[in-house]
């Protein structure tokens, strides 16, 4: 069974930075296209950003410019690192394939405060 072990959420003042990390256990992680996705309060589950496994990523409008995302193969982890955060990138932060096709895992949360 693949699990998706998400640490690096906090609390944090508008215009500061905090770095996710995803471990995968179980997953050949090298094939998958994967994506950090985020669920503010009151709202769907959204992807934030993706990455393929030519490292090629894709980012929604809201985070360009301001959210970067990376893949170690090695380690079977990927990461998002986030600057210039705003409140409204508040939220729990997931990482799962691209397609969202496995189990979510527990989430980070991250808090922007104004």
């Known amino acids: 069974q693949v699990q998706l072990v998400v640490s690096g959420g906090g609390l944090v003042q508008a215009g500061g930075s905090l770095r996710l990390s995803c471990r995968t256990l179980?997953?050949?992680?090298?094939?998958?296209?994967m994506g950090w996705f985020r669920q503010a309060p009151g709202k769907q589950r959204e992807l934030v950003a993706s990455?393929?496994?030519?490292?090629?990523?894709n980012f929604i409008d809201s985070v360009k410019c301001r959210f970067t995302i990376s893949r170690d193969n090695d380690k079977a982890s990927v990461f998002l690192e986030m600057n210039d955060l705003k409140p409204e990138d508040t939220g729990v932060y997931y990482c799962?394939?691209?397609?969202?096709?496995?189990?979510w895992g527990q989430g980070t949360q991250v808090t922007v405060s104004s």
């Open positions: 990455i393929n496994g030519g490292h090629r990523t």
């Open positions: 179980g997953l050949i992680f090298e094939y998958n296209e």
């Open positions: 799962n394939v691209k397609s969202a096709r496995l189990a």
